[in-house]
């Protein structure tokens, strides 16, 4: 211990000794004639270098602008944004919605690419036909259906919905469309001594079997009579002497329809049309003594309604920056072949894990994309899943395509333009 104080004692003595010349030297060197402008530009330097790093720190968090394009009212608006979703835009720019109106993709749909478009479609007038009885509205929904449920009606599955254009309109305004709906009515159906509720829009009984998909078999019978009209709540009796009956329930998934809409830029998409499951109903005859199950009748007893979803098939300007970062990658990772597969586990253009591929169709909603090979989806659609993939990555290209992201020195992420 004695020897430590000791040694800092000495160290002190030292530094007090030799401080008067260190100031000297620091003294001689203040006045040369060079001193003041080499500190200064020392000084400027190390600010520069500081204002740079955080500069670049700060412009990093900054979101990155894309073009969108707005079609609404006759007019098409190409404003740079920020915004991140389609809602928050429109209230930025003081574009107004109006009762009926609809806006493609819907307004929490992100904004995550360049050329982003967005179509409002405003609402015209709608004669609905419910059954005779005639109402009027103001509708932009795209299918029948959806224009009936737009307009507050409660439509079953069942229900029949049409529509026709209409030129009877008075106002001087735009065609619209008559939507005509003719209601199911709720109906008791016995079918083999199992009671079961359902709704039928058919205008006799012989309809109804075959709007219910129900084969009549040897030794069976109807009652009331095929020829006898439907009405609410009516029984009806389908009936084979001298069999044990079992049933079974089963939902029916809801269909889904796609459609292709060149108004809505690849890669986004919009429901037309909601839609919902149904049930069936399957019967079976049972055998009394060895208890062997034989069906006999799968009947409805709730229709699938079919989703309908538009999907985006605006491509990407050939001339813009994105194509040219595009076509700059593939060139590198496949040679541009979309149909690349060289049984390396990598596929298409961009040279996709088909696990990658189906991850990022799951996150953004692709859902007719998952299962299926990168290599033998469309360019719009290789084109598209590259984007997302790319931008749903924190380091983007140096970590998702690094070889062709190194070896090409194009940017880390999809250009805005």
Known sequence: MHKHLHRWHYKIY?????????????????????????ITFTILIMLTIIGFFVLRANSS?????????????????????????????????????????????????????DKFRINIYRALPVEIDYNGQKTFTYSAA?????????????????????????NNFTDGGPIGKVVYIKPSVPIHLILYGVPIVTRSHSNTVAEMLQEKHIVLRPGDSVQPSLNTPIVANQNIFILHAGEVVSTTTQTIPEPVQYVNDPSLTVGTSAIDQTGSPGQLLITYFVNSKTGAKTQIQAV???????????KGTAPVPQSSS??????????????????EDTGNGFYGAYQFLPGSWNRIAALYGYNNLIGVLP??????????????????????????NPGCYYKTGISAFPPSN
Not at 85 to 107: E, S
Not at 147 to 157: D, E, F, T, V
Not at 322 to 339: H, V
């Open 375 to 400: 290599s033998q989806a469309t360019p719009a659609e290789q084109d598209m899943m590259i984007v997302l993939n790319t931008n749903s990555s924190a380091a983007g290209l140096a970590s998702q």
């Open 142 to 166: 795209k299918t029948p259906r959806s224009i009936a449920q737009q307009a507050g009606i409660n439509l079953y599955p069942e229900d029949l919905v049409t529509s026709s254009l209409s």
């Open 322 to 339: 994105l194509a040219n970062w595009l076509l700059t990658l593939r060139d590198c990772e496949s040679g541009g072949n979309y149909s």
């Open 14 to 38: 030292r530094f007090k000794r030799l401080l008067p010349k260190r100031l000297k030297k620091v003294k001689r060197a203040s006045r040369h004639p060079y001193a003041v402008p080499f």
């Open 300 to 310: 409805e007893v709730e229709t699938p309604v079919p989703e309908i979803i538009a």
């Open 61 to 113: 968090h900054q979101p990155q602008p894309y073009v969108v394009i707005i079609k609404h009212d006759g007019i098409t608006q190409v404003v740079p944004s920020i915004e991140p979703t389609v809602g928050a835009l429109l209230d930025k720019l003081n574009i107004k919605l109006h009762q009926g109106d609809l806006v493609q993709p819907a307004l929490d749909a992100k904004i995550n690419q």
